[in-house]
């Protein structure tokens, strides 16, 4: 971050490629540097001209007789290479590349990419760009890009993927009087990335909200690790262009076809509590919404207005894209009586009537946030002769509660005023209803999406232990023959061995076996054709249902081994799969696909023979646990039903949850799968099964043993970092990874600490055991933090007794060590044992230094990092550990 901050605050800059043609981007970047009010040093380097502007020249950044802290590269593409490298050699900071025709050039542009790429390494260089339109700081009057506008200095860090869109931007925000903390376009992103700035603008105190516009993703894994760290305490809005799924035109199964890419960036972003918009004018309004108000804990919206026009308007857009009107209480409704004339609407929408003055406005308003059934107000004012908009204004904000307070004050220079007095008091206005309405529900996605991040899973309903040697043996096999097709038997042994119930089934090659075995199942049967090349069975006549008797058999199996060699006559023919019938009410889909960006997907929704045309589907990423398996489950339509609909039985939801929990594991733990495709999933109250299943692996991938979850963008749990350890009471203790669902633990553990214990952990005392609290100890991203719990096994439960953890920086090279042993367990080798064990998993990841802060009496601690060689260094009140790890 220090890097970065040099980068945003250069004392000394140097423009390479600065000159007198006002057409020129150099010349363009260096006019508004100097022209800007930034209070820095601007060397022109130009090896044709002895001054530019009036300013001196040099010939090359060599000749500068100053230390650089930043270089701006607008010259061609073929001199930057070597411009990089005379940078490095003369100790530049930073570089901002605005020089385009690199990767976007072809294959002498790529390499001259990567040559880039090498050099900013070997000489520990940030680089932002190649092809970008640059960065500006308004605070510090500072533009280092070609764009001739300064937006007003505010507190909105905007990241661009494209230059273009940037000016586009740029003019926008001038008119609209939108401010921003930084403005950045990142271009090809050969250094500095999406997730390097989120990093930054996460902890710089000057922003509140980051707004990214983005084509393209190179590095999804950090990308989300930087987006979970901060969604919680800064708003991260994203448009996303390019909704069209090319992709999945080559998809082998339904599901492929079904998770589009687009699905896909959807789901990421809501696993990482980001707000996703469509249009560039949302970007602003959402973050304009979020900064003034206060979250909907629900999609419940209150309507008051004026006209009934445009009450209906919003009335429509609001339950068209996902929110509900709130029903008001029959104490609301009795208030309103009360304060309104007796031609109001009673109900909501609330029409006031066009003769409403400020009191009226307000005593509604008062109303609905008194309701328990309202989440968010809108307030819709059309000017009239009797209407007061700058008054009724005042009204609103004098009323602003713990629910939000949306405004539209439609019209121009008659509610103008109202307009400036609902902006300076923080209620967000808007011209339209509609826009009001879609940034309420921005907020409650938003709402919604934090919430996902920090609610506390369900433990699992009980142990889980799949057959993992079995399943990596065949697929193992199944790579060494060449074969990347699994046929339907195959694929249900690999689901079988991970706890998914599966029809049971016999592999039979004559017409005699057919019959035979369909007899010995119990009819009726179905008979499905068994070959490595054929994916979709009925396409090619391959699957005969309702077989109720043996001959019956042995004819379907006749028939369908006929119709496959005349409509596939080069398909290898393993057999013909005979299975009982299962009747159950309801044919899901379950499956996955491995993105080329976000790697395994899981896929679940509607299924059978119409699932392409319902398409009523859904996505996550994996890790899931079981809220996020719920989640999945419950934004499908077909969850209604699921859950009991009009006097038919619910199914059991919790044990759906359970299978999806242990379908993702499946997919993590084997790298080796491309796609697999459940459908369907057949299942009524009594339970569920698998009727169909195919697998594809993946032939891109070496075969032999792959790094675990290298393919997954966000970390599962750390399974193997589990050992044990003997108090020195003799007690048993289990050393593991923390997990979300530790947090009633935790807090529990939290209650035996003394306060002298908490001083020194937490340099406080703790009065509040909250929620929020422990979500940011047990829920962490196991990329960034590694946090390993002493869980004692003991005949009340198991307790936890202490907790060890470093959270590393952005870039996973610097971390924080901190400790904690709950008093009971204090003096039995908990705390070395702990931090020895931490310490190695620091190393197994790279980390290269780790630091600690402690206050000077706690000398247990000073002592225990000593030891383990690092340096103290005493400071006022505390002290500083630091280990450098060679």
Sequence with gaps: ???????????????????????????????????????????????????????????????????????????????????????????????????????????????????????????????????????????????????????????????????????????????????????????????????????????????????????????????????????????????????????????????????????????????????????????????????????????????????????????????????????LSEDTIRGLDASLPAAWSRGNPIDVLGDAGPDRFRDAVKLCLSDPGVDGILVILTPQTMTEPAEVARELVGLQDTKPILASWMGEDAVQEGVEVLDKGSVPVYRTPEEAVRSFLYMHQYSKNLKLLSETPATIPHAFVPKTAANRQLIQELRANHRTILMEHESKQLLANYGIPVTKDRLVHSANEAGRAAAELGFPVVLKIASPDIMHKTDVGGVKLSIENKSDAERAYTEIVNSVQQKAPKANIAGVLVERMEHKQYELLIGSKKDPIFGPVIVFGMGGVAVEVYKDTNVALPPLNMGLSLRLIEETKIYKLLKGYRGMKAVDVSAIQFLLYKFAYLVMDFPDIKEVDINPFVVDESGGVVLDAKIVLDDALPIGPLKPYSHMVISPYPKEYVSSFSLKDGSRVVLRPIRPEDEPMEAEMFTKFSERTQQYRFFQLIKDISHELMIRFTQIDYDREIAIVGELRSPEGPKMVGVARIIADGYNETAEFAIVVADPWQYQGLGSKLTDFVLKLARKRGLKKIFAEMLNENTAMIHILEKRGFKITQREGNCHAELVIT
């Design 1 to 327: 971050m220090e890097k970065l901050d040099s980068l945003f605050s250069p004392k000394t800059i140097a423009i390479i490629g600065a000159g007198t043609d006002r057409t020129g981007v150099g010349h363009s970047i260096f006019t508004n540097l100097i022209g800007s009010g930034y209070e820095g040093i601007v060397y022109p380097v130009n090896t044709k001209r002895r001054s530019v502007q009036g300013v001196e020249a040099y010939p090359s950044i060599e000749k500068i007789p100053d230390r650089i802290d930043l270089a701006v590269i607008a010259t061609p593409a073929l001199t930057v290479p070597g411009l990089v490298e005379d940078c490095g050699r003369t100790g530049v900071r930073n570089l901002v590349i605005v020089s385009a025709g690199f990767k976007e050039a072809g294959g002498e542009g790529k390499a001259m990419y990567e040559t880039i790429a090498q050099t900013a390494r070997r000489y520990d260089m940030r680089v932002l760009g190649p092809n970008c339109l640059g960065f500006i700081k308004p605070s510090a009057h500072l533009n280092v890009s070609f764009a001739d506008r300064m937006p007003l200095p505010g507190r909105i860090a905007f990241i661009s993927q494209s230059g273009a869109l940037c000016t586009s931007v740029l003019d926008w925000a001038v008119k609209q009087n939108v401010g921003f903390s930084h403005f950045v376009s990142i271009g090809e992103t050969v250094d500095i990335g999406f997730h390097d700035l989120i990093d930054y603008f996460g902890t710089h105190g000057g922003t509140s909200s980051i707004l990214i516009y983005m084509e393209s993703l190179t590095d999804a894994r950090k990308f989300l690790s930087a987006a979970r760290a901060f969604a919680r305490t800064k708003p991260i809005i994203v448009l996303k262009a390019g909704k069209t799924s090319g992709g999945a035109k080559a998809a082998l199964s339904h599901t492929g076809s079904l998770a589009g890419d687009d699905m896909v960036f959807g789901a990421a972003f809501k696993r990482a509590g980001m707000v996703r918009v469509n249009e560039i004018g949302e970007l602003f309004d959402c973050a304009k919404t979020l900064s003034m108000q206060r979250l909907p804990l629900g999609n419940r919206l209150a309507i008051v207005t004026n006209a009934g026009g445009p009450g209906v308007i919003a009335t429509d857009y609001l339950l068209t894209n996902g929110g509900d009107l709130a029903a």
